[in-house]
């Protein structure tokens, strides 16, 4: 059989008018009969559209107001809560966190990561794309290891705070000595990764903002950062960098970091970068503020406006959590401040007071005078840091 297709003066609209509308397949009424049809067909059609595109705007919004945990979220969530009571896995079909049958108190500590996710995200800053920042670095010490010190002038802010930043790194590299970020560190390690990508020529004029997004501190070129950071080998960029945000020693159920830790916070890795680092008080809205609002010796304690570390001593206290004990620098102005669970050792030996160092197994506490006061020799980079 074959097909035989030839032109014709006839158009397909003829053909397809003349046999849906002319005798003697149709007459007028059912001309009607057919435009109703039509009509009926093509409501349902857009019905159908309209419907499916007003569930995917519920679901967008949705999404918009929702807390979505992601696999990678989940995954933290199952070390951080697996390490205490419950044996979680992930489904990776579905992304679903799955409890053994014995495990009771699951929707309650969902609930509990979740609010505690809400709760930073209504504060937490941009992580700079220059940062390369490692949230969270666990060691566990060998059996045979000696004794462990934690220095708080010097493992958090190795830079901007004496006379020779490059030297202490250097030396801090030679000694193997583990470290966590501070606040100066990092803003050293931002100018110096924008140097490795864009090169000096990029970095003008002094004035101008790094492109960065919405970070706590923002930096311009000409910052007094600068003048460390250029010098930097690659090598010490190297160390410098490996300095994690937080520092978890299990063993000994420490954690230290530079500034502080949200108590509010359930999941170490879920704290904001920039709080840990840069954090004092708590405001009273009850969240991490740089600023210093309360003194020391301040015991009026009518409002949440309080140091973060007795935030943090009054939530352990009647928590189910590990009691671990967090070391802390930053703070300078408070001193030397041992608590039950935080330990702040920065005493100022920049500022001509003393070099604190705290032995973690005996919690023996040795200081010697730092006869001369160096503070920030390259002067104030207008971020109101200490």
């Keep these: 059989m074959t097909v035989s297709i030839t032109k014709s003066s006839t158009t397909e609209k003829d053909l397809f008018k003349d046999a849906i509308f002319e005798e003697p397949y149709c007459n007028k009424r059912h001309k009607k009969d057919i435009i109703a049809v039509l009509i009926i067909m093509a409501s349902i059609v857009f019905s159908f559209f309209m419907s499916v595109f007003v569930t995917y705007l519920i679901h967008t919004e949705k999404q918009k107001i929702q807390k979505v945990i992601t696999p990678t979220a989940l995954q933290n969530m199952a070390v951080s809560i697996g390490k205490r009571t419950l044996s979680l896995e992930i489904d990776n079909d579905t992304n679903v966190l799955i409890a053994s049958p014995n495990t009771l108190a699951l929707d309650s500590t969902i609930d509990a990561v979740n609010n505690s996710l809400d709760h930073v995200l209504s504060y937490a800053h941009d992580v700079s794309p220059y940062a390369r920042l490692t949230k969270l670095i666990v060691y566990n010490p060998p059996p045979e290891t000696g004794r462990i010190f934690v220095m708080a002038d010097v493992h958090g802010d190795l830079v901007f705070r004496g006379e020779n930043s ?171 401040t041992i608590g039950n669970y935080t330990i702040g050792l920065d005493s100022g030996c920049s500022y001509g007071r003393q070099l604190s160092i705290f032995e973690m197994k005996s919690k023996i506490l040795t200081q010697v005078e730092c006869s001369t006061k160096q503070g920030n020799t390259h002067g104030h980079d207008g971020s109101d840091d200490s």
């Excluded at 000694?175 to 970095?203: F, P, S, W």
């Excluded at 000994?252 to 890795?269: Q, R």
């Excluded at 409002?303 to 590990?322: D, G, K, L, M, R």
């Design 166 to 336: 490059i030297g202490v790194i250097r030396r801090a590299r030679e000694l193997g000595a583990l470290c966590v970020r501070g606040n100066h560190d990092d803003k050293v390690i931002r100018l110096k990764t924008y140097e490795y990508q864009h090169g000096l020529q990029a970095m003008v004029p002094e004035d101008q903002l790094m492109p960065e997004g919405n970070v706590g501190d923002p930096l311009k070129f000409g910052n007094k950062h600068f003048a460390i950071s250029k010098n930097m080998t690659s090598e010490e960029y190297d160390y410098i960098v490996s300095c994690p945000l937080i520092l978890e020693i299990p063993s000994m159920n420490a954690i230290v970091v530079h500034g502080g830790i949200d108590p509010a916070v359930t999941n170490l890795i879920d704290n904001d970068p920039w709080s840990v680092m840069n954090m004092r008080d708590m405001n009273e809205r009850n969240q991490p503020t740089k600023k210093k609002l309360v003194r020391k010796d301040d015991n009026k304690r009518s409002s949440n406006i309080q140091h973060w570390s007795i935030a943090y001593e009054s939530h352990i206290v009647h928590s189910t959590e590990e009691k671990r004990v967090v070391y802390y620098g930053h703070d300078a102005s408070r001193g030397v």
